[in-house]
Every structure is written in structure tokens, then in C-alpha cells.
């Protein structure tokens, strides 16, 4: 562990330094972040005015989903992780040669870039969402315990998301096209994970098939933990399942990891 924390700065500023030559990338990247959740939200504020009476649907008033979808994009910006999408391209390319001759697993590399990333574009996308607020005058009901509470599952489901995606992402060492392991990841995301809506006002064949998967405690949870929405004890427990996963996802990824190597070939090299 000491060997990680000394070569953690390192790791930072070389992942800043390529992320500032790609800065339009970066931007394009993180103005996604915004996009898709302001679609979401224009989508049911339009299902709420057609609705009968046009006031709410299952609960949720328009302010409340332009409070949910505020917090998704907060939340969805600071766990993102795309190692599942890229961790292929080095596999193939031989890339990930020199990485493994390296002291330090490339995990930790990944964690620095990860870290990196959502330092330099929060403090873009800060205005932007306060200027989403600002338009779609949203109703927050959460005080400072749920803010508390909610920045401890935004930790959680941070580390979820990047762990669960990077043990996806290994499949790199079987498989020719792992980006399609990606789309799947994203696109579970969208209906198991609160991307498209709140679960609550989803079927209930989609909240049972939720709960069977880490990806509801990614994104929904913190952000209906930060929204106010969610009980002491309901709080306590998704704390725990996150925490459960999490352990799950450690052991998956070094069970993974170690066949992978054996595995690897260096396609491209």
C-alpha cells in the first residue's frame, strides 16, 4: 500500500497532463453527463402533462424529477468509469505489455485516471448544474443528514461502478470485442439502475430483476438518498448492500484478474 500512495500523485499528473491535451474530449465527455439526464427529464414532465390531471406521476411532481435527474447527473458524473469500454483496446493492441512489467497493478493506474478526470470536469460542469437548477426549479427535500448520507453512497457507488466495470472489462483477456460488454454495462444502467427513471415508478418486474444486481446502488441510490426520499432504516441497509457488492466485486476482480493473465497474449504486440 505505501508503494500506491507514492506512485498515486504520479499516476494524477500524468493522467491530467493527457487529459489537457485532449481537453475537447474530455469536455465532450463530460457535457454527456448533462445531456442525457435533461432529456430524461423534458421526457417525463412531458408524461406528467399528459397524464390526467397533469400533476404527478406515481409521486413524483415535474419538480421532483427535475430534483432526481439534478442528483443523477451529479452522481452519474462523479461514478463514472469507462475502463470497461477501453481495457480492450490495450489487450488487443499489446498494449498492457509494459503495464504488467510494472511494480503496481494497472488497476491503480486506471484509479489515478478515474480520480483525475472527475477533478477537472467537476469544476466545469459545477455551473452547468446550477444553471439546470436555477431553469427547472426543482423541490429538494433532503437536509444536511441526507446530504451526509447521500455523499457517503455517492463514495460507494463511485467505487461500484469502477470495480463492477473493470471486472466486466477483463473479459478483454477472452474475448475479441469486449465493447459490447460495455454497451450492455451502460445500457443495463439505463432501466435496472435509475438512469431512465426513478425504480419506484418502474414496473415491478424491473425493480425485482434491480435487486438482484449491484447496479441500482450506483446511481438511484445515492441520488434518492440525496433527494430525500429514503427512510433511516432503508438508508442503513443500502449502505450495507453497497458495501456487500462492493466486497463481492474486490474478490470477483482478483479471482478474474489472475486467470486473465495466464490468459493474456498480447495480440498486438
Not at 49 to 70: K, L
Given at each position: 500500500?505505501?508503494?500506491?500512495?507514492t506512485?498515486?500523485p504520479?499516476?494524477?499528473r500524468?493522467?491530467l497532463a493527457i487529459?489537457?491535451?485532449?481537453?475537447?474530449e474530455?469536455?465532450l465527455?463530460a457535457?454527456?453527463g448533462v445531456?442525457?439526464?435533461a432529456v430524461a427529464?423534458?421526457?417525463?414532465?412531458a408524461?406528467?402533462?399528459?397524464?390526467e390531471?397533469?400533476?404527478?406521476?406515481?409521486?413524483?411532481t415535474?419538480?421532483?424529477?427535475?430534483a432526481?435527474?439534478?442528483w443523477?447527473?451529479?452522481?452519474?458524473?462523479?461514478?463514472t468509469?469507462?475502463?470497461v469500454?477501453e481495457?480492450?483496446y490495450?489487450?488487443?493492441?499489446?498494449?498492457?505489455?509494459?503495464?504488467l512489467?510494472?511494480?503496481l497493478?494497472?488497476?491503480w493506474?486506471?484509479v489515478?485516471?478515474?480520480?483525475a478526470?472527475?477533478v477537472?470536469t467537476?469544476?466545469?460542469?459545477a455551473?452547468i448544474?446550477?444553471?439546470v437548477?436555477?431553469?427547472?426549479?426543482?423541490?429538494f427535500e433532503?437536509?444536511?443528514?441526507d446530504l451526509?448520507?447521500g455523499?457517503?453512497?455517492?463514495?460507494l457507488?463511485?467505487?461500484?461502478?469502477f470495480?463492477?466495470?473493470y471486472?466486466?472489462?477483463l473479459s478483454?483477456?477472452?474475448?475479441?470485442?469486449?465493447?459490447?460488454v460495455?454497451?450492455?454495462?451502460?445500457?443495463?444502467q439505463?432501466?435496472?439502475g435509475g438512469?431512465?427513471?426513478?425504480l419506484?415508478?418502474?414496473p415491478?418486474?424491473?425493480q425485482w430483476?434491480?435487486?438482484?444486481?449491484p447496479?441500482k446502488?450506483?446511481i438511484w441510490f445515492?441520488?434518492?438518498v440525496?433527494?430525500?426520499?429514503?427512510?433511516?432504516r432503508?438508508?442503513?441497509q443500502g449502505?450495507?448492500?453497497?458495501?456487500?457488492?462492493?466486497?463481492?466485486?474486490?474478490?470477483a476482480?482478483?479471482?478474474?484478474?489472475?486467470r486473465g493473465v495466464?490468459r493474456?497474449?498480447?495480440?498486438?504486440a
Amino acid at each position: 500500500m505505501r508503494l500506491v500512495l507514492t506512485a498515486m500523485p504520479a499516476f494524477v499528473r500524468a493522467a491530467l497532463a493527457i487529459m489537457f491535451q485532449y481537453r475537447g474530449e474530455m469536455l465532450l465527455w463530460a457535457i454527456w453527463g448533462v445531456v442525457y439526464p435533461a432529456v430524461a427529464m423534458a421526457m417525463w414532465s412531458a408524461a406528467i402533462a399528459g397524464t390526467e390531471g397533469g400533476t404527478e406521476i406515481r409521486g413524483f411532481t415535474q419538480p421532483d424529477f427535475a430534483a432526481y435527474f439534478i442528483w443523477t447527473m451529479v452522481v452519474g458524473h462523479l461514478c463514472t468509469a469507462w475502463d470497461v469500454y477501453e481495457l480492450g483496446y490495450f489487450v488487443r493492441s499489446g498494449g498492457m505489455s509494459p503495464k504488467l512489467l510494472r511494480p503496481l497493478l494497472p488497476v491503480w493506474e486506471s484509479v489515478a485516471a478515474n480520480l483525475a478526470y472527475k477533478v477537472l470536469t467537476t469544476v466545469i460542469l459545477a455551473p452547468i448544474w446550477i444553471v439546470v437548477a436555477l431553469l427547472t426549479r426543482p423541490h429538494f427535500e433532503g437536509g444536511f443528514a441526507d446530504l451526509a448520507l447521500g455523499g457517503i453512497a455517492t463514495i460507494l457507488g463511485a467505487l461500484l461502478n469502477f470495480v463492477w466495470g473493470y471486472v466486466l472489462a477483463l473479459s478483454a483477456f477472452w474475448f475479441t470485442r469486449s465493447e459490447a460488454v460495455g454497451q450492455l454495462w451502460f445500457g443495463s444502467q439505463l432501466f435496472f439502475g435509475g438512469r431512465l427513471a426513478p425504480l419506484t415508478i418502474l414496473p415491478p418486474v424491473v425493480q425485482w430483476a434491480a435487486a438482484f444486481l449491484p447496479l441500482k446502488w450506483i446511481i438511484w441510490f445515492p441520488a434518492t438518498v440525496l433527494l430525500g426520499r429514503t427512510g433511516t432504516r432503508e438508508v442503513v441497509q443500502g449502505l450495507i448492500w453497497q458495501i456487500v457488492w462492493l466486497a463481492a466485486g474486490v474478490v470477483a476482480f482478483r479471482a478474474v484478474w489472475s486467470r486473465g493473465v495466464r490468459r493474456y497474449s498480447a495480440v498486438g504486440a
